[in-house]
């Protein structure tokens, strides 16, 4: 029997905040700029992060990139893993899965050894995946399952992004589910359905910071109204006001850069409006994951 929480507690919502860990020259809009991989700021970042989850008393999912800078500081992962933070993958190389030349010999190759380095570096069991720029495809559960993870959150349901993947197959797409082949739960960013025609991104990221905090704000109480758990990324170059600057055109500069400054003070300023009409409860996605394939939530 499927539970249904917001009758148990009507004001009860759950929130899952996650960070694309990786450094902030491997994004997308940057591929192809020539930068020294030795300015990574990543400590100077988590920090920034890390003190924001602790205002908030958060516990939040970190998907990890584990290419070489990254697991230089592996240091840093067991700081994250010692504040309760849940150690999740993001691959090593930041390839794109929907790219046609990546077989699939390969992806589990990367998945499979990124998800080892992570296990070694911090001692933890790694359980879930997020694919580089949400390139989700149909394959992904079967490569998952072979792998033994137990959920994924690479579908986000944007047309917005061209670099997003799709999955071809029928239901409800904006909620958690169950794949019934692998038993992999996959857990979707969140997005805001019109009318049935237009999904805009609630789930933070670029979009978090180009959209004005009250259309924001307005759309994730909406959103709530009707789902009974908001599931968000973020990374953690996007609260660093001291990023180099990078020219690489006005529209990826202005994604890129936009609002860095912030950033920090916006989230606050939604969690604690959204916090004032309902109850929120933090869980890492592990902890959902858990809930949606005991049909505890969906
Ligand atoms: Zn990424």
């Not at 591929?31 to 003190?51: F, K, P, T, Y």
């Not at 170059?237 to 180099?244: R, S, T, V």
Request: neutral net charge; glycine residues 6%; contains cysteine.
């Amino acid at each position: 029997m499927v539970k249904d929480f917001s009758r148990l507690d009507s004001n009860l919502r759950y929130c899952c905040i996650s960070y694309d860990l990786e450094p902030w020259y491997r994004i997308e809009n940057l591929r192809g700029a020539s930068i020294s991989d030795s300015d990574d700021r990543l400590a100077h970042q988590l920090e920034l992060v890390c003190e924001f989850l602790r205002s908030q008393n958060i516990v939040a999912t970190f998907f990890i990139l584990s290419d070489q800078a990254v697991m230089r500081q592996s240091g840093l992962l067991r700081k994250l893993r010692d504040l309760g933070h849940e150690i999740a993958c993001h691959g090593t190389s930041h390839r794109l899965l929907t790219d046609r030349l990546f077989t699939k010999e390969a992806i589990v190759n990367e998945i499979g050894t990124s998800k080892s380095m992570l296990e070694d570096a911090t001692g933890v069991s790694v359980r879930g995946f997020r694919a580089p720029c949400f390139s989700i495809t149909d394959s992904l559960f079967d490569i998952l399952a072979g792998l033994e993870f137990d959920y994924d959150s690479s579908l986000n349901n944007s047309p917005l992004n061209s670099r997003y993947g799709t999955l071809s197959r029928s239901g409800n797409l904006l909620r958690p589910f169950v794949d019934t082949d692998t038993s992999i739960v996959e857990i979707p960013l969140s997005v805001m359905n019109f009318f049935s025609r237009f999904n805009l991104p609630i789930s933070g990221g670029g979009f978090g910071r180009v959209i004005p905090r009250s259309l924001l704000l307005r759309a994730i109480l909406m959103f709530l109204e009707e789902n009974v758990s908001w599931h968000t990324y973020f990374h953690p170059w996007e609260f660093d006001d001291g990023l180099p600057r990078i020219k690489q055109g006005f529209f990826k500069d202005f994604a890129t850069y936009y609002n860095l400054a912030s950033y920090t003070q916006k989230l606050h300023s939604i969690i604690n409006h959204v916090s004032g009409h309902y109850r929120l409860k933090f869980l890492t996605y592990s902890q959902l994951a858990c809930m949606c394939s005991k049909n505890e939530i969906s």
